[in-house]
């Protein structure tokens, strides 16, 4: 069964505090591993995805990495409006089921 | 851009009510899901479809139902709700298995 567990469960920054969020999985033959943004009340806003271990995405202040066991998603000199919960997913080989984790919840502090 | 709507926001039912939640895509998705959020849970995966009239079970289907008789519609019925079926209801669609899903809003289900 395909897992996966996100670090720290909450996390609070000052602005400009560069920091990571973590996500461990274990997976039969990865497909795909998938990060999320989602503000309160609202539905998940993708945000990357990363198929194989050593690839690297960005989006402005963002930065997903991948390994074989985990992935990372950097918040390099956050905003306020960074502020959100950070879901991290995975999808194994052979079938169409997403597996999310619980979530970072990210507070950038003026 | 990709757009998923979801037929309310907020709705309150009691139980043993029969509830519908429809939810639609306008981007021709052929993959279309239904999850349940709830705190320290995360998103769990209750049914989804990979075409019209086609639906697979996920990790939570006991008390749902799902319907899909267009590929732009997907439908979440609670047979007989219960107070525990009280969660943020999300629906998703995506192009293909291996691409990213795309969220609607969400509709928060409280059942008394």
């Known amino acids: 069964e395909d897992q996966v567990t996100q670090s720290p469960e909450a996390l609070r920054l000052q602005e400009g505090e560069s920091s990571s969020l973590n996500c461990s999985y274990t997976v039969s033959g990865l497909r795909g591993l998938f990060w999320y943004r989602q503000d309160p009340g609202k539905g998940p806003e993708f945000l990357f995805t990363?198929?194989?271990a050593g690839e690297e995405k960005e989006k402005e202040r963002l930065k997903a990495t991948l390994t074989k066991k985990e992935s990372f998603l950097h918040i390099t000199a956050p905003k306020p409006e960074d502020s959100a919960t950070y879901l991290c997913a995975v999808q194994g080989g052979g079938y169409q089921k997403v597996t999310f984790g619980t979530g970072t919840k990210l507070q950038v502090i003026p | 851009d990709v757009k998923v709507t979801q037929s309310s926001r907020y709705l309150v039912k009691r139980t043993g009510e029969k509830v519908f939640l429809e939810c639609v895509q306008d981007?021709?998705?052929?993959?279309m899901f239904w999850y349940r959020q709830d705190p320290g849970l995360g998103l769990r995966l209750i049914y989804f479809s990979y075409d019209v009239k086609m639906k697979e079970k996920g990790d939570i289907p006991e008390g749902y139902s799902v319907s899909r008789e267009k590929k732009e519609r997907f439908s979440l019925i609670l047979e007989s709700a219960s107070t525990n079926q009280t969660s943020m209801y999300l629906c998703?669609?995506?192009?293909?298995?291996?691409?990213?899903?795309?969220f609607g809003p969400g509709t928060r289900l409280t059942v008394l």
């Open positions: 990363l198929y194989s």
């Open positions: 998703a669609s995506s192009y293909t298995g291996e691409q990213e899903q795309f």
């Open positions: 981007m021709d998705h052929e993959n």
